[in-house]
């Protein structure tokens, strides 16, 4: 079984520019979730997708967005990128209707922002 | 807004049991108790969840006191490969499942 695949590994951006990152879930996993982890900060919560919609997002700005696609796949977006958001992003999928909440995480995207 | 405690750091002797402390003293009646661990630059990894009662899987061993306030991950034979940082994380259906990481504990497995 595939794990949790992210892409790319690495991007490097200026200031301004915008960022696409990619999720592709295990198979079955329904719900994506995207968190980022800046030095320092730890991992923060950023957005809660399930069935193609979102259902809840942590304290970051509009610029930080996303979809989820109806393979379940998700892509983030971050707008007007700042230097501040230089961090590993990672996503994670959860399996639909399970009583816990076990995630499965990506090895990540690392974003750099020059 | 972690709701748990954790101590920062602590070493571990290679092949000796790793107990792993978290006070989580407001934890309410439909929050379970995770354990994750982040091995350097990688994404985090599941190791045990647990409601009330005791746990145990490949990985490790999760005990809950009986009172809830606090648990203990023990990890029986802990390797160089167990060197990671490791999160306690209350976490239920309430708040839509999204886990909330405090800073953790590191871990240093020595040989």
């Known amino acids: 079984e595939a794990g949790v695949t992210q892409s790319p590994t690495h991007l490097i951006k200026t200031r301004g520019q915008q960022a696409t990152l990619r999720c592709s879930p295990i198979?079955?996993?329904?719900?994506v979730y995207w968190y980022q982890q800046a030095l320092g900060l730890g991992l923060q919560f950023l957005l809660w997708?399930?069935?193609?919609?979102?259902?809840n997002r942590g304290n970051f700005p509009p610029r930080f967005s996303g979809r989820q696609f109806p393979n379940y796949s998700s892509e983030l977006n971050v707008n007007a990128l700042e230097l501040e958001d230089s961090a590993l992003y990672l996503c994670a999928g959860r399996p639909k209707d399970i009583r816990g909440n076990e995630q499965f995480f990506g090895p990540g995207t690392r974003l750099t922002v020059l | 807004d972690a709701k748990t405690t954790q101590p920062p750091s602590m070493d571990c002797a290679e092949g000796r049991a790793a107990n792993l402390p978290c006070n989580h003293s407001t934890i309410s009646g439909n929050e379970y108790v995770y354990w994750y661990r982040q091995i350097h630059s990688q994404g985090p990894q599941y190791i045990i969840h647990g409601l009330k009662n005791n746990e145990t899987n490949e990985m490790a061993s999760l005990i809950i006191t009986e009172d809830r306030k606090s648990s203990t991950l023990i990890l029986p034979h802990a390797t160089l490969r167990d060197t990671a940082v490791y999160y306690c994380?209350?976490?239920?259906?309430?708040?839509?499942?999204?886990?909330?990481f405090g800073a953790g504990t590191t871990v240093t497995v020595r040989a």
């Open positions: 198979s079955g996993h329904t719900s």
């Open positions: 997708y399930d069935e193609g919609e979102e259902r």
């Open positions: 994380i209350v976490s239920s259906r309430g708040n839509d499942y999204k886990l909330s």
